[in-house]
């Protein structure tokens, strides 16, 4: 079946550390992948995405991700969270005509 | 520019209720529409979509319903709501056509509590 898969529900770092979020998508064919951000009260908005091209794709507010499609995956990164980074991260995988979503990962920064 | 409108924001109904949440898009013509379930550490839950008028496709079944009675308006309603209906709801749309790229933008979401 075809599936995106998050590996961490909740993470939690101190500012100015580095972050990797993983994510996995499970299916075959023409791959578009993306990372959406909700922050607290705020609605879902799209962080970066990957249709084609160069595999390594910047987004918004210093996030970038990598495309690997011998791995199945499109962890996203940042070398250094800021505390406002704190939100809820969502990988989704286009297929089918529809978007496949992950679970979501909570990511918490302290101050 | 495009936007989308949810509303109600927050909703509070009993058990064995009907539910009307209706969303709208400006800004574009013949979005494609999307309904979501949104529940904690389960992430989107599509719950319908449509690609026009009177085109409606389910994912899940369930005692919802969706309608699209306009270009840009889709509504999900239920006959009567369960406990079970709770939870934030979010709708959707993106554009069509090559070169879309399939992103989808996001409204702000109902809260709706079944009691």
């Known amino acids: 079946a075809q599936s995106v898969s998050q590996h961490n529900h909740h993470v939690i770092l101190s500012e100015a550390a580095s972050l990797e979020l993983g994510c996995n998508y499970s299916?075959?064919?023409?791959?578009?992948l993306f990372w959406y951000v909700q922050y607290p009260g705020q609605h879902l908005q799209l962080l970066l995405k990957?249709?084609?091209?160069d595999p390594l794709v910047k987004g918004i507010k210093g996030f970038e991700a990598e495309f690997i499609k011998s791995k199945f995956s499109f962890n996203l990164r940042k070398p250094s969270v800021q505390w406002s980074d704190t939100a809820e991260y969502f990988c989704?995988?286009?297929?089918?005509?529809?978007?496949?979503w992950g679970a979501g990962t909570k990511l918490i920064i302290k101050p | 520019s495009q936007t989308i409108h949810q509303w109600p924001a927050t909703l509070v109904q009993p058990v064995g209720s009907p539910l009307s949440l209706e969303c709208t898009v400006e800004?574009?013509?013949?979005?494609?529409l999307y309904w979501y379930r949104q529940a904690a550490g389960r992430g989107l839950q599509l719950l319908f979509y449509?690609?026009?008028?009177?085109?409606i496709s389910s994912e899940v079944p369930q005692n919802l319903s969706a309608s699209r009675p306009q270009d840009r308006q889709f509504i999900l309603s239920s006959k009567k709501l369960l406990l079970s209906d709770s939870g934030f709801y979010l709708c959707?749309?993106?554009?069509?056509?090559?070169?879309?790229?399939?992103?989808?933008?996001f409204g702000p979401g109902t809260r709706l509590t079944v009691l």
């Open positions: 989704a995988g286009y297929s089918n005509y529809q978007l496949i």
């Open positions: 299916y075959g064919g023409t791959v578009n």
């Open positions: 990957y249709f084609s091209g």
């Open positions: 800004g574009t013509s013949n979005p494609n």
């Open positions: 449509s690609v026009g008028i009177g085109q």
């Open positions: 959707a749309w993106s554009r069509t056509g090559e070169g879309s790229y399939n992103e989808q933008f």
